[in-house]
């Protein structure tokens, strides 16, 4: 019998994080996989970041995790998204060296003394009296630990298509994860299943790149991680192509060897990263969609194809792909496949992402019914500090909507029945404006530190930076630019002018002037040479104050209403005032607030009013 205080099953980007998480705050940790070759592994497209996903990756960073600093440390290009529009969805993206970043990330792991790998198959829960005590793993060794984390991604019972074949595996490559559906199950927590999917990957050597058009890094880079010295890395482009009326004529000769449209898979795939077959079949009247080709490393031939997600048989696959201008003699080195899996529905956990039925056990990552690498590496750092709050009967560590992507990643979660993998998007949020990228490190640093995962030296640097932010507003607020015929004949370049003298930040509100602007016209700007991330945020503050006060007002509002919990022994049953609908989903849910049960999918306004009053009385 082996004992540890925390098992983390599954060691993708949820179970490094929560592993590592765990083990630095001094739990004595053990981290299991089915295989230890493929730790970190990025099963699809290696990248990380893009719309709202590079806040996570961002937030992930300031709290103490360590996603950024690996996408830093291995990335092939960087590129700012949506750099021309506002800040609230601009956003970081990373095409990252597939081994390297699995080396890298591992390094990490191994270095860490209070942490211990183990390749094994977890087949069982041991819950003693309502709360987790251990695993048994499939050679029947018993494990011991006072806290459990589920991370166990597309494993649990997965099943892989390829046409009309399908074959028991969580990835390609990779056996399913038997025995622990059948444990939940037992222990009254409910398993649904969901499918996802995977292109091919083709060699670089067979392609026709002159073909398609190039798609270069940028030349001023920007990096996830907070944390200085981030590393100088040679770039590499990716390209576009897209699909031809032979592609999609492709496609839909061959859909009945599909399994999804030959109803062989029954869970839901992701409704923003579809399959191509579903593309063509739900935008016909589009003639051509989209394909990027990016390299998976430095040192491979290997090429991913994103968008071109498909479950059709491999001999059809090799016909759509050499029907793409670029590929017509292109040598496909994997099949792209479909893979269904079982899921644990969220509404079963806490925010904390603890189970409501089994304490001590929490779930983080595909299990919870997300999709993507960022989602997953968020919630396994909640889960692997709550883990700690837990043993040492600590408050448990929630997120709000207001500070943090995160918050609106759980919240969602936990609130909405959601029945297909959950993307983290920026229309998800209603406070986009307040948590953008670059303000991770002010919204969550201190929380980061606080918890014990964000050094003193990081924290006091930190400190330094937001103090430079405020004295740079404070000087533009008080600095005037006098309208010289030179100052004037600059502006004219940004189609504006001035008449008298203005005050730097007045003139930084207009819309077509920068920081950068104010450089040229201004000496004393120019020869402070603050660093970029202190200007640009000082530039965001100024330049939206107006917007982020009226957001902020707004958080204001809902801070009422989370203010007013909810009884966690309330009868939903009794309240005969409410309608039916609204008793059974907040019976299924259980909201911890007001501000949350109004959140619920069909839950109507009227009934959030009753609620009130009865909750008041």
Known sequence: MFKYDVIVVGAGHAGCEAALSAAKLGLKTLLTTLNIENIALMPCNPAIGGPAKSCLVREIDALGGVMGIVADATYMQMKMLNSSRGP???????????????????????????????????????????????????????????????????????????????????????RAAEGLSDSLRKNGIEIKKLKTGTPARVDARTIDYTAMTIQPPDKELNFFSFRPNRPVRKQYPCYLTRTTEETHNIIKSNLDKSPMYS??????????????????????????????????????????????????????????????????????????????????PAVQLSHSLMTNRIKGLFCAGQINGTSGYEEAAAQG?????????????????????????????????????????????????????????????????????????????????????????????CRLQNEK??????????????????????????????????????????????????????????????????????????????????????????????????????????EKIRPVTLAQASRIGGVKPADISVLMVLLNR
Request: with cysteine.
């Open 88 to 174: 609230a969805v601009r956003a970081l993206r990373a095409q990252s060296d597939k081994r390297e970043y699995m080396h890298y990330m591992r390094n990490l792991i191994e270095s860490e003394e209070n942490l211990s790998i183990k390749q094994t198959m977890v087949t069982e829960l041991i819950v003693k009296e309502g709360a987790v005590a251990g695993i048994i793993d499939e050679y029947g060794l018993i494990y011991e630990a006072g806290t459990v984390i589920l991370t166990t991604g597309t494993s649990l019972s997965g099943r892989i298509f390829v046409g009309l074949q399908s074959t028991s595996a969580g990835r390609l490559g990779e």
């Open 263 to 344: 109803g062989l898979i029954h869970g839901v795939g992701p409704r923003y990263c579809p399959s191509i077959e579903d593309k063509v079949v739900r935008f016909a009247h589009n003639p051509s969609h989209h394909i990027f080709i990016e390299p998976e490393g430095k040192d491979t031939y290997e090429v991913y194809v994103q968008g071109f997600s498909t479950s059709l048989p491999a001999d059809v696959q090799i016909k759509m792909l050499r029907s793409l201008p670029g590929l017509e003699k292109v040598h496909v080195i994997k099949p792209a496949y479909a893979v269904e899996y079982d899921y644990v």
């Open 381 to 473: 750092l909640v889960a692997g500090i709550n883990a700690f709050n837990f043993l040492n009967t600590k408050e448990l560590i929630t997120f709000s909507r207001s500070n943090s992507y995160i918050g609106t990643l759980i919240d969602d979660l936990v609130t909405k029945d959601i029945n297909e993998p959950y993307r983290m998007l920026t229309s998800r949020s209603e406070y986009r404006l307040l948590l953008r990228q670059d303000n991770a490190d002010e919204r969550l640093t201190s929380l980061g530190h606080k918890v014990g995962l964000i050094s003193d030296e990081q924290y006091n640097r930190f400190l330094q930076k937001q103090e430079c932010i405020e004295h740079e507003i």
């Open 481 to 586: 630019i006098s309208p010289t015929s030179e100052v004037n004949e600059v502006l004219a370049k940004y189609n504006t002018g001035i008449e008298r003298g203005m005050k730097l930040a007045d003139l930084l509100k207009r819309p077509n002037i920068t920081y950068n602007t104010l450089k040229e016209i201004h000496d004393k700007t120019k020869e402070l040479n603050l660093p970029k991330d202190v200007y640009e945020e000082a530039e965001i503050k100024i330049k939206y104050d107006g917007y982020i006060n009226r957001q902020n007002k707004q958080v204001e509002i809902l801070d009422r209403l989370e203010k007013i919990k909810i009884p966690a022994d309330i009868d939903y049953s009794k309240l005969n005032h409410i309608s039916a609908e609204t008793r059974e989903k907040l």
